[in-house]
């Protein structure tokens, strides 16, 4: 049954949505490559191909670490972009290697196997939950700013396919248990409250006199990666789990820092407040007779 429109009332108007830039949408679209990149991993892993799918993997990191560089550098920055980056980081570094590592490995342990994999994906999916929270955080204080809260979901990644990493180098092979064991923990550093590095301020500016030398060394690591990819990624991992440490020391140490300036200015007004702060005492008269003294 249809309904006739009614001659007496006004036609409702039509909601107009302005057109958005083309600068909005180049970092959707690298979010959804890395997003296809995530996805054709797992199927490379159901067919047995596990270095082609580390190397999806790979490239949906590196993918997810330019993405947002380019909408900040092109002013492309959205609610929707943020919602859709936290969407694929979950599927990339949460859901595949999760995947990865069972059908590789962890399904030896069966049930076992499954909930250390499972764990690690809802630890991703946690670590990226909180830090859609965090972002916009006004009592974050400023040196807090070069540090994220726990590891990153893509460095996870990287990091819990390490025994993949050594098994491609001939390594001795590592028992299923301690590879499940080895892949909780990574998820706890995951949801952990440890700082860690970002590195967001370094490079943003290069000297003039460096960008040559930045040029080549970007292209060697390109090589490295491409000619060496298992040693690359093997050095690469056990260089970020040992700057973890590093990390922790020098928030604490920007976190003592800061305390010491807040407290340095609270004294400061508190001076400024109180009219006899400062001032030497006044000697004390004694109005007793002389001769009493």
Known sequence: MTT?????????????????????LVP????????????????LTIEG???????????????????????RLIKGQSRFGAELDSLADFVNFGVTPALILYFWKLNELSNVGWIAVMVFAIGGGLRL????????????????????????????AICALLPIYLSLLGAPAIPALAI?????????LMVSRMPVFSGKKVGARVPRE????????????????IGYPWHVLTAGTLLFLGSL?????SYREHERRAAQAAAATTSAADNQH???AGRPPEPLHDDRPQHLN
């Open 28 to 43: 959707n679209i690298i979010t959804l490559l890395a997003l296809c990149a995530g996805l054709t991993a797992i199927r």
């Open 245 to 249: 440490p590093v990390g922790w020391m």
């Open 274 to 276: 109180d009219p006899f």
């Open 210 to 225: 460096m960008v040559l030398p930045v040029i080549v060394l970007v292209i060697l690591v390109i090589a490295l990666l």
């Open 180 to 188: 499940a064991i080895y892949v909780l923990v990574v998820a706890f």
């Open 4 to 24: 006739l429109p009614n001659p007496r009332l006004p036609d409702a108007p039509r909601r107009r949505f302005r057109p958005i830039p083309l600068r909005m």
């Open 129 to 156: 939950a909180r830090f859609s929270v965090q972002i916009d955080d006004p009592n974050k204080p400023a040196f807090a700013e070069n540090f994220f809260t726990g590891v990153p979901a893509p460095a996870g």
């Open 49 to 71: 191909r596990i270095e082609l799918a580390l190397g999806a993997i790979v490239f949906a990191a590196v993918l997810d670490g330019i993405d947002g560089r380019v909408a």
